[in-house]
């Protein structure tokens, strides 16, 4: 119609963007490209204290969700229960899938580590291990760079991983247990490699932190199948890996094991209705409410 401006005659597209947010590129070198930094720090000016921060492991995947929760839910205390706002730190990798699989099984998992075969064929051979390496380059590398780009409050800082990043948020909390102020690990891959982090926890037990609280979490579906995977064609398999695994049992018994632990407050919560893969946004909301709620 003749005034009517076409849909075809709109601006280009453009790419969309987190409200926010900026994004840059960290650490890597000859053997393994960067990490790629994703930073959301709220409007206005930072408290007197600094920005309290979230680090996010696997930050391609969950960095938006926990943006949106906390773009909606901080500046409503008096309706959410989240004392203020908060900055977000997500940690991932270059490309745009959720997940890279061959540098976070590398990333997450604890010395001495195993080679496996490529998650697809003629990808690359799988190598785990790298937890040192990549705990090492959070506390030396980013944080000092989180820090030049906007006030944060070290006092208060939380670090959150899902499955191998529930794993490695375990182990960092056993190797730093100073770094950060809360630790959220939810449905942490505690079985991996027979439970090779179960050997880091005596060190925590001998040298333990001044305060730290810790939150463990699973999916109600993590140890049986959930109804929609009850005629899958793998269901035995799947089945199988979910019971040796005992992801629910073996969360629950650390988080058991921590709270005897002199300066650590651990809790678990199970999430109803939620497989290994569906709990995360709920996993997330509960991990910005441990990690911000307001206290009376």
Not at 150 to 171: D, E, K
Request: proline content about 10%.
């Amino acid at each position: 119609m003749p005034g009517r401006r076409s849909a075809l005659a709109a601006s280009p597209d453009q790419p969309a963007r987190l409200a926010g947010a900026v994004g840059f590129d960290l650490g890597g070198g000859e053997d393994h490209p960067p990490w790629r930094i994703t930073l959301y720090v709220p409007p206005g000016e930072a408290p007197a204290a600094g920005w309290p921060v979230l680090y996010l492991l696997d930050g391609n995947a969950v960095t938006a969700t926990a943006i949106d929760i906390e773009r909606v839910q901080a500046p409503y205390p008096e309706a959410t229960g989240i004392s203020s706002r908060f900055a977000i730190v997500g940690i991932g990798y270059p490309g745009e899938e959720a997940y890279d699989g061959p540098r976070r099984s590398w990333d997450y998992t604890p010395p001495p580590g195993r080679s496996y075969p490529p998650h697809k064929p003629g990808g690359p051979a799988i190598r785990t291990g790298g937890a040192d390496a990549f705990l090492q380059f959070i506390v030396t590398e980013l944080r000092p760079a989180i820090e030049l780009r906007c006030r944060v409050n070290p006092a208060r800082q939380a670090l959150f991983g899902h499955s191998f990043g529930g794993l490695f948020t375990l182990y960092a909390l056993a190797h730093r247990p100073d770094a950060f102020s809360h630790w959220i690990a939810a449905s942490p891959s505690i079985h991996w490699e027979d439970r090779i982090l179960l050997a880091s926890l005596p060190r925590l037990e001998r040298e333990p932190p001044s305060r730290a609280r810790v939150l463990l979490s699973a999916g109600a579906y993590e140890e049986t199948l959930a109804p929609f995977q009850d005629h899958a064609p793998d269901r035995e398999a799947r089945l199988s890996h979910l019971t040796a695994a005992r992801m629910i049992e073996l969360a629950r018994t650390m988080a058991k094991r921590l709270n005897r632990i002199p300066g650590v407050e651990s809790e678990f919560r199970l999430i109803a209705g939620r497989t290994h893969m569906t709990l995360l946004p709920e996993a997330l909301n509960d991990a910005i409410e441990f990690f911000m709620k307001k206290l009376a």
